[in-house]
């Protein structure tokens, strides 16, 4: 009993540590993205976004699915950290200069002519060589020790947002804020290495061998990734190649909006996985009730909010962006909508990883990933920023509750969202 209350006391610790840490981040990049928008405008405003978007695309590739097994792995294999961490990075250190070499190739085919638009997105492609070190953050997770990294993380933001601080003082031009990225990632894994290190971390080793069977377990979610980041991000590419500029500008707009809250939604999950992973060990029932509980507080949340994004959308978008950005108001109304969706699969993950259900996800996100793109493509020219909103709403909901109802290992699963959605079976029952 007092190891557990133990454990739910260093839980909420962590949750509050995490929501500190995002809760800075995001009052600070609120207000200077705020600024930056309304200093480039809609159109370079786009620009910054859509290449934002290839940057998210290829880092899904870089990162291997690796981060989305590494606490388990962690804890799982509390001896040989040093090599568990040591080997993620080596990984994805390849991985990930790859994808910048690769980033820059596309651009130069895809946007071949446009020599403002190669350069903004190869400069923010530079932030995929310096994510690596983010590696180091899920140690400090699995040993429940986030206020290290939710003040080093606010720290390293707060530099790049002097740095686009001055940007705005100078009226730099874009090329200049597409660098910020790189910039935040440099700082943040300078500090995170030296905490590691401060904290009596691992020697880190590379094994091959080991390496093959991380990767094996992490394969899986690398297909995933890639096509959350098809649906999520080819949206704003599609604007801008059936478009404008402008056209992403507001969509961008609307899912900066909606999306800055979200850090609530990720310290709830990232505080709650240790202890899911510690029931999956221990007790089935105990798993089952919290992983409903995780998907009830997410979902009900994210309605809320929504539901106030909503009514609020138009006088929201004239006072914080200005008249020029009113366009945006329509798509916030319909992708705010996509939150609890889009979080319910995040949290999703964790029952993933636990049932090792992770070659099934292939299949979800493939066929989400192409309903998608089909949708932007008919609903984009009826509709601009609105109809690639809606077609982000539909690929969610198809994602977390229509296709695994068709993949039997998948629809426990789905038992479990839809009981906590009715509010079932939340609370323990005294036998």
Same mark, same amino acid.
């Given at each position: 009993m =007092?190891f557990?209350n133990l %454990?739910?006391?260093r839980i909420?610790?962590?949750?509050?540590?995490?929501?500190?840490?995002?809760?800075?981040?995001?009052?600070?990049?609120?207000l200077?993205g705020? @600024?930056?928008?309304?200093?480039l405008?809609p159109?370079?405003?786009?620009?910054?976004?859509?290449?934002a978007?290839?940057?998210?695309?290829f880092?899904?590739?870089?990162?291997l699915?690796?981060?989305s097994?590494?606490?388990k792995?962690?804890i799982?294999?509390?001896?040989q950290?040093?090599t568990?961490?040591?080997?993620?990075?080596?990984l +994805?250190?390849?991985?990930?200069?790859?994808?910048?070499?690769?980033l820059?190739?596309?651009t130069m085919l895809?946007d071949?002519?446009e020599p403002?638009?190669?350069?903004?997105?190869?400069?923010?492609?530079?932030?995929?060589v310096?994510q690596?070190?983010?590696?180091?953050?899920?140690?400090?997770q699995s +040993?429940?020790?986030?206020k290290?990294?939710?003040v080093l993380?606010?720290l390293?933001?707060?530099?790049?947002?002097?740095?686009?601080?001055?940007l705005?003082?100078?009226?730099?031009s874009?090329?200049?804020?597409?660098c910020a990225n790189? @910039?935040?990632?440099?700082?943040l894994?300078i500090f995170l290495? #030296?905490?590691y290190?401060k904290?009596?971390g691992? =020697?880190?080793?590379?094994?091959?061998?080991?390496?093959k069977e991380l990767?094996k377990k992490s394969?899986?979610?690398? $297909?995933?990734? %890639?096509?959350?980041?098809?649906?999520?991000?080819t949206?704003k590419m &599609?604007?801008?190649?059936?478009?404008?500029?402008?056209?992403?500008?507001?969509?961008a707009?609307?899912?900066?909006?909606?999306?800055v809250w979200?850090?609530?939604?990720?310290a709830?999950?990232?505080?709650?996985?240790?202890s899911?992973?510690?029931?999956?060990?221990?007790?089935?029932?105990?798993f089952?009730?919290?992983?409903?509980? $995780?998907?009830?507080?997410?979902?009900?949340?994210?309605?809320?909010?929504?539901?106030?994004y909503?009514?609020?959308?138009?006088?929201?978008?004239?006072?914080?962006?200005g008249t020029?950005?009113?366009?945006?108001?329509?798509?916030?109304r319909?992708i705010?909508?996509?939150?609890?969706f889009?979080?319910l699969?995040?949290? +999703?993950?964790i029952?993933i990883?636990c =049932?090792?259900?992770?070659?099934? @996800?292939?299949?979800v996100?493939?066929?989400?990933?192409?309903?998608?793109?089909g949708l932007?493509?008919?609903l984009?020219?009826?509709?601009?920023a609105?109809?690639?909103?809606?077609a982000?709403?539909?690929a969610?909901? #198809?994602t977390v509750?229509?296709?695994?109802?068709? #993949?039997?290992?998948?629809?426990?699963n789905?038992k479990? &969202?839809l009981?906590a959605?009715?509010?079932?079976? %939340?609370?323990?029952?005294?036998?």
């Amino acid at each position: 009993m =007092k190891f557990r209350n133990l %454990l739910k006391n260093r839980i909420a610790q962590n949750a509050g540590w995490l929501i500190f840490g995002k809760v800075g981040q995001m009052v600070v990049n609120f207000l200077v993205g705020l @600024l930056t928008a309304r200093f480039l405008g809609p159109s370079n405003y786009g620009l910054l976004n859509y290449a934002a978007a290839y940057t998210a695309f290829f880092s899904a590739i870089c990162t291997l699915g690796i981060n989305s097994v590494l606490v388990k792995e962690i804890i799982d294999r509390p001896a040989q950290q040093g090599t568990t961490l040591g080997t993620a990075l080596g990984l +994805r250190a390849v991985a990930s200069v790859l994808s910048a070499l690769s980033l820059m190739c596309l651009t130069m085919l895809v946007d071949a002519g446009e020599p403002e638009t190669i350069t903004v997105v190869s400069l923010s492609g530079l932030s995929l060589v310096f994510q690596i070190f983010e590696t180091f953050q899920y140690w400090f997770q699995s +040993r429940l020790e986030s206020k290290v990294t939710a003040v080093l993380t606010l720290l390293a933001f707060t530099l790049t947002a002097v740095y686009k601080a001055v940007l705005l003082a100078l009226k730099k031009s874009v090329a200049f804020f597409a660098c910020a990225n790189a @910039l935040d990632y440099l700082l943040l894994a300078i500090f995170l290495f #030296i905490a590691y290190r401060k904290h009596h971390g691992a =020697k880190l080793r590379f094994s091959w061998s080991y390496g093959k069977e991380l990767l094996k377990k992490s394969r899986y979610f690398i $297909l995933p990734a %890639l096509m959350i980041c098809v649906y999520s991000q080819t949206d704003k590419m &599609m604007l801008k190649q059936m478009l404008s500029d402008a056209e992403v500008g507001y969509y961008a707009t609307a899912v900066s909006l909606c999306n800055v809250w979200c850090f609530v939604l990720s310290a709830i999950i990232d505080s709650l996985t240790p202890s899911i992973y510690e029931a999956n060990q221990t007790d089935h029932e105990r798993f089952r009730r919290r992983n409903r509980q $995780l998907y009830a507080i997410v979902f009900y949340l994210s309605m809320a909010v929504s539901a106030m994004y909503t009514l609020l959308a138009s006088p929201a978008i004239r006072i914080l962006y200005g008249t020029e950005y009113i366009p945006a108001a329509a798509p916030l109304r319909i992708i705010t909508w996509y939150t609890a969706f889009s979080y319910l699969g995040v949290a +999703r993950n964790i029952w993933i990883v636990c =049932k090792n259900c992770q070659k099934y @996800l292939i299949w979800v996100y493939l066929f989400a990933a192409l309903s998608n793109v089909g949708l932007n493509l008919l609903l984009i020219p009826r509709m601009g920023a609105s109809g690639a909103a809606l077609a982000s709403l539909a690929a969610q909901i #198809i994602t977390v509750f229509i296709v695994p109802l068709f #993949i039997k290992p998948l629809r426990e699963n789905t038992k479990l &969202m839809l009981d906590a959605i009715m509010l079932k079976d %939340l609370r323990h029952r005294k036998k």
